[in-house]
């Protein structure tokens, strides 16, 4: 049956029609794998790069560089501004260029940043804003999230976009933790010899090769751009321009969903960012990096999850009650925290940050699959003499895809936030009780527009 259709014919497939149960049965499931995972291992890389200077921050004074605790939260949240800044340009590439050319190129950018980095650090005198650059342009990958989203949001049928999506981004998001626990390990080994360059001396004698934070992602890159290049596939009907992409922006519920996304994703990227100095600046006495990629390993495990449940069920309903446990666990979050009448707990913070990993992972998998099914609704109640139609499966795709990847664009500013918020004169029990308030919003929002009996939206 898969003869039936242009699988074979090159890059370029120009019959898909994913909802078509026969197509999708035929050969359509097998190729969407294919780019799905090629997609997730690219993905993942590119998060390690965009976080990569969380783990980096925490080593630098130790090296000899005099920089102060503004000018290291500064680090840890430049990548956030300018990855989310990137997102909103990213996710409209993808009908543009095609999924397969631009995961290629966006994945080869990463090679900038990672290896700068790694000549950066090796010398003492380099000045901050040369950091602050190398930082910012840790924002490509940032940027790839919302392009890897919106392509393969192209290639599955509503009913697995959930799990598509949720395995692309969770596994995706794995970066993060693959990311902080590799690096503090990378970083005492001449892992390169000769050709990595000389080690750093710590005050205490201990030798660091702090080069190898961006240089041991290097050979990953190119062999996954290859593999982008070569494996991937572009899709004709997925093609678009900005300006037929842009009618998003006169949807309500797309902004709706970049409210309630920024609760979940800007969250988890966010506290991500900004766990290591977290736990080193109220638990001075704990090592920071032997735990502190356990928050965003959890958080991307549960990602799939979340996606899951929500297809099985009502991704409004799992969304609802996931912003209530979000509400909870930051509560514990802050019972837990030393204070000047109480010396806190390392073992209930660490507890409850993880639950509060969890239920980001949790809800960035059921927001995203709430997305393709309020558009599909929208788009049917507008054109009904269009419905069950392939025409408007096409239009329903296209804006669904663009939405994914706006909204993502959109939550990365917490990345930015975050970070910064705690290193702000709000402090770090001001900076928690103004997201308790930001996800009672979002409790709302989500209860009166799509998970009540009568909701404008059920999804």
Request: one cysteine or more; hydrophobic letters at 55%; glycine letters at 10%.
């Amino acid at each position: 049956m898969g003869n039936d259709y242009n699988f074979k014919g090159g890059k370029l497939i120009t019959d898909w029609r994913p909802e078509i149960d026969e197509f999708w049965k035929g050969g359509g499931k097998k190729v969407a794998t294919r780019n799905l995972w090629i997609s997730i291992p690219s993905l993942l890389l590119a998060f390690a790069v965009w976080m990569v200077w969380s783990a980096v921050i925490v080593r630098l004074p130790e090296i000899g560089f005099d920089f102060d605790g503004g000018q290291l939260f500064w680090l840890a949240a430049l990548p956030g501004l300018s990855g989310a800044t990137l997102r909103i340009f990213y996710s409209f590439m993808v009908p543009i260029f095609g999924g397969r050319r631009w995961t290629a190129i966006s994945t080869l950018s990463l090679l900038i940043p990672a290896l700068w980095m790694g000549f950066a650090v090796q010398n003492p005198d380099t000045p901050f804003m040369i950091f602050a650059i190398i930082a910012l342009l840790c924002g490509f990958g940032g940027g790839n999230f919302a392009s890897s989203m919106s392509n393969i949001s192209f290639f599955y049928p509503k009913a697995e976009q959930g799990t598509a999506l949720g395995l692309n981004a969770g596994l995706g998001n794995l970066g993060v933790s693959v990311m902080q626990f590799v690096v503090p390990m990378i970083i005492l080994v001449a892992a390169f010899g000769s050709l990595g360059g000389d080690p750093q001396v710590s005050a205490s004698g201990q030798l660091f090769y702090l080069q190898n934070a961006g240089f041991i992602w290097v050979p990953f890159i190119l062999l996954f751009s290859a593999l982008a290049w070569f494996g991937m596939n572009d899709i004709a009907t997925a093609k678009a321009s900005f300006k037929d992409q842009s009618v998003i922006f006169k949807r309500k519920h797309n902004w709706i969903m970049c409210i309630l996304y920024m609760a979940t994703f800007g969250s988890f990227i966010g506290f991500s960012a900004a766990f290591p100095m977290l736990i080193k600046n109220s638990f001075p006495a704990i090592d920071a990096l032997k735990f502190a990629f356990l928050g965003p390993l959890v958080g991307a495990l549960f990602r799939p999850l979340g996606g899951w449940i929500s297809d099985k069920t009502s991704g409004a309903k799992v969304t609802f009650w996931n912003y209530i446990v979000m509400v909870l666990a930051v509560l514990a979050v802050m019972y837990f925290l030393p204070s000047e009448t109480n010396e806190g707990s390392f073992v209930g913070y660490f507890i409850s940050f993880m639950v509060l990993f969890i239920t980001t992972g949790i809800g960035n998998g059921s927001t995203f699959t709430m997305i393709p099914v309020i558009f599909r609704t929208f788009h049917e109640r507008l054109e009904p003499e269009k419905a069950g139609t392939e025409p408007l499966f096409i239009e329903i795709r296209k804006e669904s895809a663009a939405v994914v990847g706006f909204t993502s664009a959109i939550a990365a500013y917490g990345a930015f936030f975050v970070p910064k918020m705690f290193g702000s004169g709000l402090g770090i029990d001001g900076t928690f009780i103004a997201l308790i308030v930001f996800y009672i919003l979002c409790i709302v929002l989500t209860w009166w527009y799509y998970s009540r009996a009568n909701a404008e939206i059920p999804c």
